[in-house]
Nanobody, 121 residues
Framework: QVHLVESGGALVQPGGSLRLSCAIYGTIFRGVVMAWYRQAPGDPRELVALITSGGRTDYADSVKGRFTISTTNAKNTAYLQMNSLKPEDTAVYYC???????????????WGQGTQVTVSS
């Protein structure tokens, strides 16, 4: 059982930056993928970024070149650096960990509480 705690969300102006953190508690098996998702009101949850245990990353087209996912060496914390934020980035951001196929499908029974990011002037 993994417990996830997201933090770092805030109200920020367009063009601004934020760094989200995801603290991961529990046993994480080797080879799992860490990922960030977001969900705006009325929209389904979408995969924003993922990072494999080998450091390979992948991003949604809408955030490529603006967002960067990273982890600590201990793989117990994941970060999402968000630059050049746009109003359409407004959403609740969540993290999760698992095998890549599961991460890409977003097929998790358990999620953290998420952290709200609001981009507005």
């Amino acid at each position: 059982q993994v417990h996830l705690v997201e933090s770092g969300g805030a109200l920020v102006q367009p063009g601004g930056s934020l760094r989200l953190s995801c603290a991961i508690y529990g046993t994480i098996f080797r080879g799992v993928v860490m990922a960030w998702y977001r969900q705006a009101p009325g929209d389904p949850r979408e995969l924003v970024a993922l990072i494999t245990s080998g450091g390979r990353t992948d991003y949604a087209d809408s955030v490529k070149g603006r967002f960067t996912i990273s982890t600590t060496n201990a793989k117990n914390t994941a970060y999402l650096q968000m630059n050049s934020l746009k109003p359409e980035d407004t959403a609740v951001y969540y993290c999760n960990v698992g095998l890549e196929s599961r991460v890409r499908a977003g097929n998790f029974a358990s999620w953290g509480q998420g952290t709200q990011v609001t981009v507005s002037s």
